[in-house]
Structures are given as structure tokens and as C-alpha cells.
């Protein structure tokens, strides 16, 4: 039984393993559609057109700004990222579930715009291990390493806005949570309701 598509969110601070939990679980969940942001931060060298973002430049994002054309938009760290309205709404009107993967001042622009959204929180087991994963994926000069870190900190203290709080220990796991939160999701009272209504509408034989 299928009911409508679930808006999650998946927030965090920076190295904690964001984009890694979420590409195996959007590979894991046949149901759940990946969100493709875009951004005016440069592509990394194994990132991809369309895949990891749309790349464009600052004048272009105004512009889709100033259109209407962003669900929401963020500045991190001196760029513009912003997820762009026209999937979401056609993939949730389909009956999909719609993940963003987004930082916390756009999570708390679509709480306030769909209050059924689902803001999970993803930390990493200590601030030590975030910083030696993003050392490790080497995408960063040391400067905007600092910046990131530095960022995460304040990020943190955002954690109380979230629905769900899920430590990113080992990504196995860390999907695992994710899975089973929006498996319960969807079997809130709100979502469960027309179905229920579908069961007293059919007669018992004896009527
Ligand atoms: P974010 O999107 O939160 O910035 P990434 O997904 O890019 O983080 O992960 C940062 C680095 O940490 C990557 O090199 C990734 O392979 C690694 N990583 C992610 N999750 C884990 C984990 N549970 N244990 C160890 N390394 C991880
Ligand atoms: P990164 O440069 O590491 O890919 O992303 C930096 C931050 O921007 C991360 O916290 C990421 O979740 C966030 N981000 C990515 N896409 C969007 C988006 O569309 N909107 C907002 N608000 N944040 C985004």
C-alpha cells in the first residue's frame, strides 16, 4: 500500500558523510527520488553535470531566483546552492518520496513551507573523525577546510530544529535509520487515514 510522498531532508555538518549515506539509500529505496541541487560553488573533479549538481554561475542562480523557480536558497561559505522546484513538486505529486540534502538555513525555509517535511539531522561520531573524513576526500584547500569546520560548529547548534538526530557511525547503519524513520513515517495516523477510510467504506457481506 502506497500512500502520498514524504519530503525528507538530510542536514549536517561538513566531512560528516552526507552525500555517501544518501546515495546508498536513494540506490537501496525504489521509491525515493534524489533531489539534484544547484550551485555557483565550482565542481570537484569527480562530480558530474546533473548528477552531483547543476553547475551555474552567480548570474544565472539570480536569475532562477528571481523567478520563482527555487523552492528554496541558501549562501554557504560564499556560494549560492538552491533546490529546484519543478521535480520536487511533479515527483510528491507522483506519490514519490523527495530527498534534499541541504544545509540547515534552507531546511528550516521548507519546515516553514511544509510543515510534514521530515528534517533529519546527521552528525558524526565525534568532530575528530568529520575533520579526518574531509581531510580525506581531499576536495579542500586548507583555508576553506577551516571555513567548513569552522561553519560545522555553528551548524550544530541547529540540531534542535530536526525531527530525527542519526550518527553517521558507519553508513550501513546510518541507512538503516534513515530507512526505518521513513517507514514509520509513513505510517503516521495523517498518512494512514484515507486508507482507513477505504476500509469502512466496503460493506461487511452481511449488510
Ligand atoms: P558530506 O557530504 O557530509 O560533506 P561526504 O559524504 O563527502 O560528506 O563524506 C566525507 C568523507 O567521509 C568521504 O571521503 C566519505 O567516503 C567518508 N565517509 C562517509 N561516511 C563515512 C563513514 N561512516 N565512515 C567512514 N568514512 C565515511
Ligand atoms: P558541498 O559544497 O559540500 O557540496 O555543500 C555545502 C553545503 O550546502 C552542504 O551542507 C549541503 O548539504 C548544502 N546544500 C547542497 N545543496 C543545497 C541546496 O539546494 N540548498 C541548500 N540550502 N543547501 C544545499
Not at 542562480?61 to 549562501?75: D, H, N, T, V, W
Request: hydrophobic residues 35%; proline residues 4%; aromatic residues 8%.
Amino acid at each position: 500500500m502506497i500512500n502520498e510522498g514524504k519530503l525528507l531532508v538530510v542536514s549536517g555538518p561538513s566531512g560528516t558523510g552526507k552525500s555517501t549515506v544518501v546515495k546508498l539509500l536513494v540506490e537501496k529505496l525504489d521509491r525515493l527520488c534524489l533531489s539534484v541541487s544547484a550551485t555557483t560553488r565550482p565542481p570537484r573533479e569527480s562530480e558530474l553535470e546533473g548528477r552531483e549538481y547543476y553547475f551555474v554561475d552567480h548570474t544565472e542562480f539570480e536569475r532562477r531566483i528571481a523567478c520563482g523557480e527555487m523552492l528554496e536558497y541558501a549562501s554557504y561559505n560564499g556560494n549560492y546552492y538552491g533546490t529546484p522546484r519543478d521535480k520536487v513538486e511533479e515527483w510528491l505529486g507522483q506519490g514519490f518520496d523527495v530527498l534534499l540534502e541541504i544545509e540547515v538555513q534552507g531546511a528550516k525555509k521548507i519546515k516553514d513551507q511544509r510543515a510534514d517535511a521530515v528534517l533529519i539531522f546527521l552528525i558524526p561520531p565525534s568532530m575528530e573523525e568529520a575533520e579526518a573524513r574531509l581531510r580525506g576526500r581531499r576536495s579542500e584547500s586548507e583555508e576553506t577546510l577551516q571555513k567548513r569546520l569552522a561553519i560545522a560548529r555553528q551548524e550544530l547548534e541547529q540540531a534542535q530544529y530536526y525531527d530525527y538526530i542519526v550518527v553517521n557511525e558507519t553508513v550501513e547503519q546510518a541507512v538503516e535509520d534513515i530507512r526505518s524513520i521513513l517507514r514509520a513515517e509513513h505510517l503516521r495516523y495523517a498518512g494512514m487515514k484515507p486508507f482507513i477510510a477505504g476500509l469502512k467504506a466496503v460493506p461487511n457481506s452481511a449488510e
